[in-house]
């Protein structure tokens, strides 16, 4: 199983989860003509779409894969503003999809939006969450980490001295995304004796540093740290090979 970022900022979200047999797609931000041929054109292996929420960046192109008939799993939200088609996630419900099996769960962020702990006998247990200020739960035997780690607070405080940002915006990231620190005590609040990868996403173009960020959770994890940047392709098995 492996894992390709096909975008992961607030230009669009875009997440393939593939092996010989399936596909399963995180995020519906990214134009479907840019995901076919990522895929080899292989539309048929696309057993479904998880979209968290309904800001463009992760839900613009829903109606493409419902003109296709792939199935597309969302919180309510979500499904009232791209179509009565959409199947609802709710919080804490499993379901399955092809060989996987998932369980949406609530963030904090400023809409409706759910975080997937997905498990696959090939993976183990993956976590995915992105775009909240706070995950409010813990979780055993994680195997990959997909986490969102949006900005650091010296360098959005540094941003609004300068001018650089609107005060508008600097209240919104505070209350809508998640910062270095917070990320940093919520993978150590967590077990990761049997984690492989963290993948650390939706780094903000001005309020970050991926250099540093990568450092600082290496740092605090003992892990193996990469940043979602468009393109990367790491190996999603259990024990990374």
């Known amino acids: 199983m492996k894992l390709k970022i096909l975008g992961s900022s607030s230009k669009g979200n875009c997440y ?16 479907f003509k840019t995901v076919k041929p990522e895929i080899d054109f292989q539309i048929s292996k696309i057993k479904g779409v998880l979209v968290s929420h309904e800001h463009g960046d992760h839900a613009e192109y829903i109606p493409d894969y419902l003109s296709y008939s792939i199935p597309v799993y969302a919180p309510k939200k979500t499904a009232d503003k791209y179509g009565t088609k959409i199947i609802i996630t709710e919080h804490k419900k499993v379901f399955t999809v ?12 400023d809409v409706q939006i759910h ?6 006998p090939e993976t183990g247990k993956i976590l995915f969450a992105t775009d909240t200020y706070y995950v409010p739960y813990k ?3 994680l195997n990959h980490i997909l986490i969102e780690i949006n900005y650091s607070k010296k360098i959005l405080n540094e941003n609004i001295s300068k001018g650089s940002i609107p005060l508008i915006q600097y209240r919104r ?12 005590e919520m993978l150590r609040a967590n077990d990761l004796s049997q984690v492989v990868n963290i993948v650390l996403l939706h780094l903000s173009d001005g309020n970050s540093n991926a250099k540093e960020f990568k450092q600082e959770i290496e740092s605090a994890t003992g892990k193996p740290v990469c940043i979602a940047d468009k393109g990367l392709e790491i190996n999603l098995n259990k024990r990374g090979f």
């Not at 092809?98 to 962020?109: N, S, V, W, Y």
């Open 16 to 31: 393939i989860i593939e092996n010989e047999k399936s596909i399963l797609i995180l995020e519906a931000g990214i134009s």
């Open 98 to 109: 092809d060989g996987f099996t998932i369980m949406p769960f609530e963030l904090k962020h």
């Open 115 to 120: 975080g997937f702990l997905i498990s696959h």
């Open 139 to 141: 979780f055993k035997g």
């Open 173 to 184: 990231v505070l209350s809508s995304h998640m910062e270095l620190e917070t990320t940093k």
